[in-house]
T-cell receptor, first 114, second 114 residues
Framework: AQSVTQLGSHVSVSEGALVLLRCNYS??????LFWYVQYPNQGLQLLLK??????LVKGINGFEAEFKKSETSFHLTKPSAHMSDAAEYFC????????????FGQGTTLQVKP | ETGVTQSPTHLIKTRGQQVTLRCSSQ?????VSWYQQALGQGPQFIFQ???????GRGNFPPRFSGLQFPNYSSELNVNALELDDSALYLC?????????????FGPGTRLTVT
């Protein structure tokens, strides 16, 4: 069975500071990994995905994530936080079959202070 | 390119009633997945439809059912509504043939059961 754990339900950073959102996964097969962002009262927007090409994945809005198999991690980072980054972030895992099931973590709320 | 759309935006129902939610997939996509997101939680997979057939189901009772139409749009039906069914229902579309499970989400339908 697959699962995702996001460490820290709330993360607060100052504008311009490094953003680090943690995600650990469990999977018995090579996974696909995703980060999504959700703004208030909206759906989920895909930030980036890992599908077994480069282990360092670059996404939209300056975010990137590194797949570390030895640590079963896929942490999301951004060098410099912007006020507009304040949102809910979800890490998700899926297998490589055709079931299409995404398994999400509980989410991390990112607060950006001026 | 048209994104994923969902209707209605908000809905209020009474316990025991039935509800139908609708989703139009992104142009060129042939697979639709439905998720339930309770307040403060990550989305939970309900089921997926591919070429008008159910292609995977999460841990939801049979009173949650769905349809996919030839134009790849989809419906989610919930019978005998319970208070715990109050949630944001998200639809996501993807193109199965890429094998990447890259899902694009609509804005969701907020269902309130009283």
């Amino acid at each position: 069975a697959q699962s995702v754990t996001q460490l820290g339900s709330h993360v607060s950073v100052s504008e311009g500071a490094l953003v680090l959102l943690r995600c650990n996964y469990s999977s018995s097969v090579p996974p696909y990994l995703f980060w999504y962002v959700q703004y208030p009262n909206q759906g989920l927007q895909l930030l980036l995905k890992y599908t077994s090409a480069a282990t360092l994945v670059k996404g939209i809005n300056g975010f990137e994530a590194e797949f570390k198999k030895s640590e079963t991690s896929f942490h999301l980072t951004k060098p410099s936080a912007h006020m507009s980054d304040a949102a809910e972030y979800f890490c998700a895992v899926s297998d490589r079959g055709n079931t299409g099931k995404l398994i999400f973590g509980q989410g991390t709320t990112l607060q950006v202070k001026p | 390119e048209t994104g994923v759309t969902q209707s209605p935006t908000h809905l209020i129902k009474t316990r025991g009633q039935q509800v139908t939610l609708r989703c139009s997939s992104q142009s060129g996509h042939n697979t639709v997945s439905w998720y339930q997101q309770a307040l403060g939680q990550g989305p939970q997979f309900i089921f997926q439809y591919y070429r008008e057939e159910e292609n995977g189901r999460g841990n939801f009772p049979p009173r949650f059912s769905g349809l996919q139409f030839p134009n790849y749009s989809s419906e989610l039906n919930v019978n005998a509504l319970e208070l715990d069914d109050s949630a944001l229902y998200l639809c996501a579309s993807s193109l199965a043939e890429t094998g990447l499970n890259e899902q694009y989400f609509g804005p969701g339908t907020r269902l309130t059961v009283t």
